[in-house]
T-cell receptor, first 110, second 112 residues
Framework: QQPVQSPQAVILREGEDAVINCSSS?????VHWYRQKHGEAPVFLMI?????EQKGHEKISASFNEKKQQSSLYLTASQLSYSGTYFC???????????FGKGTRLSVIA | KAGVTQTPRYLIKTRGQQVTLSCSPI?????VSWYQQTPGQGLQFLFE???????NKGNFPGRFSGRQFSNSRSEMNVSTLELGDSALYLC???????????FGPGTRLLVL
């Protein structure tokens, strides 16, 4: 079951914040976040396991709400380098493959 | 440490032909997954292999097949190509199952 990402696209000015959501209709085992820049391979950002933990990577952090079956990616004080398409990948159990959402295109402008 | 490599990087085929794509994982990684990426559809899961065994298969027709060799290298094959098969095919490797996946640059396939 493919997770649903929102918004589909967002445009920010440098320094603004953004939140990208990833929702599943099934209970989640883990959530993986990746960023893909145009013409490049997706790059791993972080992984969250069930338990409601929050992780951070510089000014990018994420939370995992097991009860709501969703994860959110937080980008604070955005930089031009944050531009790209963000994908969440979810696993619903230890035996299921990683299934990705359709992505959220983030554009940061000066 | 070298990253995931995929060959060829670009490929042009005509309808009805078949194609084989290759993926060499990061040294020491035993798990390889394949994804198809098309505009608007994101990353669609194709296969997952671990130690030469197919662990999971996505919702794709039987024209799509794959395998993994004893050195963890993997190939995927698409027979009787259709126009809709035009896409970027990405391979990702991980040390074990359920671990961080590292993506290769992909093979861009164009079917005419």
């Amino acid at each position: 079951q493919q997770p649903v990402q929102s918004p589909q696209a967002v445009i920010l000015r440098e320094g603004e914040d953004a939140v990208i959501n990833c929702s599943s209709s099934k209970a989640l085992y883990s959530v993986h976040w990746y960023r893909q820049k145009h013409g490049e391979a997706p790059v791993f950002l972080m992984i969250l396991l069930k338990g409601g933990e929050q992780k951070g990577h510089e000014k990018i952090s994420a939370s995992f709400n097991e009860k709501k079956q969703q994860s959110s990616l937080y980008l604070t004080a955005s930089q031009l380098s944050y531009s790209g398409t963000y994908f969440c990948g979810t696993e619903t159990s230890g035996n299921t493959p990683l299934v990705f959402g359709k992505g959220t295109r983030l554009s940061v402008i000066a | 440490k070298a990253g995931v490599t995929q060959t060829p990087r670009y490929l042009i085929k005509t309808r009805g032909q078949q194609v084989t794509l290759s993926c060499s994982p990061i040294s020491g990684h035993r798990s390889v997954s394949w994804y198809q990426q098309t505009p608007g559809q994101g990353l669609q899961f194709l296969f997952e292999y671990f130690s030469e065994t197919q662990r999971n298969k996505g919702n794709f027709p039987g024209r799509f097949s794959g395998r993994q060799f004893s050195n963890s290298r993997s190939e995927m094959n698409v027979s009787t190509l259709e126009l809709g098969d035009s896409a970027l095919y990405l391979c990702a490797s991980s040390f074990g199952l359920k671990e961080t996946q590292y993506f290769g640059p992909g093979t861009r396939l164009l079917v005419l």
